[in-house]
């Protein structure tokens, strides 16, 4: 079946970087558009990034662009999301999220915390 | 980017009452290439991911309840529960995924009335 697993959450200080991982199993992951989605405290779902099968095609929500990269290693079935210059207002749980046509397979998520 | 606005941001309904909630976008999501809308359906519990309910706008998921249903063309959708159940209660948004960025409602909020 289907799994996502996410990982490298956790709590960094304004500024800071943290490197957040999804391990994809049961699938044909290298086949698969993958995104990237958070969720704030007691808020609503907010697109983050996308990349595409073969990773040479990405896209980010504004206000993330030039701060978030997306990235994936097919050969070992990881998404990737690297968070620089993160701010207070990145705090969220963040999905990992697989599907074309709305997204039918979600991870349980990872926590990030952005406080001084 | 696509505005997507839900109505009502919650609402409370009796066990197998009908529950509807609506949600428009700011710009057409039909896709004319394939006489589509790129609209779909999600409900999250508390604790939880969102789950696929719904994709291309009325298109139900397998394994979802036939209580569930949507429809809408264009700019303007609903997700309608024909008869509330008690599971049902959660929260419920649309996104388009005509563009990105993919965009969401901000919710609208399920309960038993």
């Known amino acids: 079946q289907v799994q996502l697993v996410e990982s490298g959450g956790g709590v960094v200080q304004p500024g800071g970087s943290l490197r957040l991982s999804c391990a994809a199993s049961?699938?044909?992951?290298?086949?698969?558009?993958m995104h990237w989605v958070r969720q704030a405290p007691g808020k609503g779902l907010e697109w983050v990034a996308v990349i595409s099968y073969d990773g040479n095609n990405k896209n980010f929500v504004d206000s993330v662009r030039g701060r978030f990269t997306i990235s994936r290693d097919n050969s070992k079935n990881i998404l990737y999301l690297q968070m620089n210059s993160l701010r207070v207002e990145d705090t969220a749980v963040y999905y990992c999220a697989k599907g074309a046509d709305g997204y039918k397979y979600w991870g349980q998520g990872t926590l990030v915390t952005v406080s001084s | 980017d696509i505005v997507m606005t839900q109505s009502p941001d919650s609402l409370a309904v009796s066990l197998g009452e009908r529950a509807t909630i609506t949600c428009k976008s700011s710009q057409s999501v039909l896709y004319r290439s394939n006489n589509k809308n790129h609209l779909a359906w999600y409900q999250q519990k508390p604790g939880q991911p969102p789950n696929l309910l719904i994709s291309?706008?009325?298109s139900r998921e397998s394994g979802v309840p036939d209580r569930f249903s949507g429809s809408g063309s264009g700019t303007d959708f609903t997700l309608t529960i024909s008869s509330l159940q008690a599971e049902d209660v959660a929260v419920y948004y649309c996104?388009?995924?005509?563009?990105?960025?993919?965009?969401f409602g901000q919710g609208t909020r399920v309960e038993i009335k």
């Open positions: 049961g699938f044909t992951f290298r086949s698969s558009v």
């Open positions: 996104q388009q995924y005509y563009s990105t960025p993919q965009t």
């Open positions: 291309w706008a009325s």
